[in-house]
């Protein structure tokens, strides 16, 4: 794969800069609500040398009753400080699914103004099956300052995607599974109503990665999202569940090259508890 330190990296690339000072590594695994796993206590032991464990249920607005939205400002700088992650670094972000989660925090990373931010393509999976070394010992951490420029275009709530929904003026594309987007399988969230945005199009995380959870190609994700009819020409806000897995798809758009993209931090868990706006189901 071509390496860009500000979308995708390889193994290869991590493995050769482990050393590097100024490399941070951030493991932001995090499991759905239905899975009984602890993805801290599974970093703790076991993860990539030097990694940092990204909480994404710490590092939110606890203010919200949704899960993990963008943390304020203030709050985030905090967070990262406390991580030893802050200004000149490079940032690379991996999960233990493979390419999951990792993608939505490169996504607040960047909301946040970081460009030199970067998923481990692959993740620890990939790494594993390749006998690299992996390690239980906390890094070293140092304070280190951030400066951030929130980037408020990146993040879209629910009254800018009504709006979107009714207009047509962007393309909606919504991560979840086919079942799910038809209201065909329950939500693993309880309460909530099954279906999908009017007008938006189903572009299941799952169908953009390799079976190694890699990411597919430029020319791949191209294909594929022609296959789906979505207008490249129009801009883009992604949704999924809780705005997790709608990052992978803000994550294939960027790698295309296309970089006006948003995401609908409260996605389903907001759009399907909200009595006031509509609900499509079946296929788009």
């Known amino acids: 794969m071509e390496n860009d330190p500000k979308v995708l990296v390889s193994t290869d ?31 703790d032991q076991s993860h990539i040398p030097n990694a940092r464990f990204f909480d994404i249920d710490d590092v939110s607005d606890h203010r919200s ?5 963008v943390p304020p400002v203030e709050k985030f700088m905090s967070k990262v400080r ?9 940032i690379v972000i991996y999960d233990s699914h493979g390419l999951f989660s990792a993608a939505r925090v490169r996504w607040l990373f960047k909301v946040m103004g ?18 690299r070394t992996v390690d239980s010992s906390p890094p070293l951490i140092r304070d280190r300052h951030m400066f951030v420029k929130y980037h408020d275009e990146m993040v879209k709530d629910v009254t800018q995607v009504s ?16 079942g799910r987007f038809r ?28 079976e190694d959870g890699t990411l597919k190609s430029q020319d791949e994700l191209v294909e594929h999202f022609k296959a789906k009819a979505v207008n490249l020409d ?51």
């Open 114 to 131: 970081q460009n030199n931010v970067a998923v481990l393509d692959g993740g620890l999976p990939k790494w594993l099956r390749e006998g």
């Open 82 to 90: 406390k991580l030893g992650v802050g200004d000149g670094h490079q």
């Open 234 to 284: 129009k801009p883009v806000i992604t949704s999924c569940g809780s705005g997790v897995t709608a990052a992978i798809i803000n994550l294939a758009l960027d790698r295309i090259g296309k970089t006006d993209h948003a995401l609908y931090d409260g996605s389903w868990t907001e759009w399907g508890m909200y009595p006031t706006v509509p609900v499509e189901t079946g296929d788009n």
């Open 163 to 178: 709006s979107a929904s009714k207009l047509g003026d962007y393309e909606i594309l919504d991560a979840r599974s086919a």
């Open 183 to 210: 209201g065909e399988e329950p939500e693993p969230r309880p309460g909530l109503r099954a279906g999908h945005i009017p007008g938006s199009k189903n572009i299941f995380y799952g169908d953009l990665l390799n």
């Open 65 to 69: 009753d949704l899960p993990h939205m």
């Open 13 to 43: 690339w991590l493995s050769s800069r482990l050393s590097d000072p100024e490399i941070r590594i951030l493991d932001a695994t995090w499991y759905l609500p239905n899975v009984d796993r602890d993805a801290k206590a599974e970093y």
